[in-house]
Nanobody, 119 residues
Framework: QVQLVESGGGLVQPGGSLRLSCAAS????????MGWFSQAPGKQRELVAG???????NYADSVKGRFTISGDNAKNTVYLQMDSLKPEDTAVYYC?????????????WGRGTQVTVSS
């Protein structure tokens, strides 16, 4: 079992910055990938950024050059530094963690944190 707790969301003006955090607990040694999805009202959930245990990263085209995902294995925590925020970034951001065990693979989700970009 894996538990994920997100923090760092809030209201920010266009051009501003936020830093999201996602702390994992439980069967953390079985986690091999973590990252973030976003979901705006009335839209499908989409991948924002992901990171592997060894530090490999991938980003949605819409956030490349503005967002940076990083991980701290010692703290079992993943971060999303969000710079140059735009109104279209407004969404609920969900942390995920992928678990790989002898029983198979499973994706765990955090409860989500609201990011609102507005003047």
């Amino acid at each position: 079992q894996v538990q994920l707790v997100e923090s760092g969301g809030g209201l920010v003006q266009p051009g501003g910055s936020l830093r999201l955090s996602c702390a994992a607990s439980g069967s953390i040694f079985s986690i091999d990938n973590m990252g973030w999805f976003s979901q705006a009202p009335g839209k499908q959930r989409e991948l924002v950024a992901g990171i592997t245990r060894s530090g490999g990263t991938n980003y949605a085209d819409s956030v490349k050059g503005r967002f940076t995902i990083s991980g701290d294995n010692a703290k079992n925590t993943v971060y999303l530094q969000m710079d140059s925020l735009k109104p279209e970034d407004t969404a609920v951001y969900y942390c995920y963690a992928d678990q790989n065990t002898l029983s198979g693979r499973k994706r765990y989700w955090g409860r989500g944190t609201q990011v609102t970009v507005s003047s």
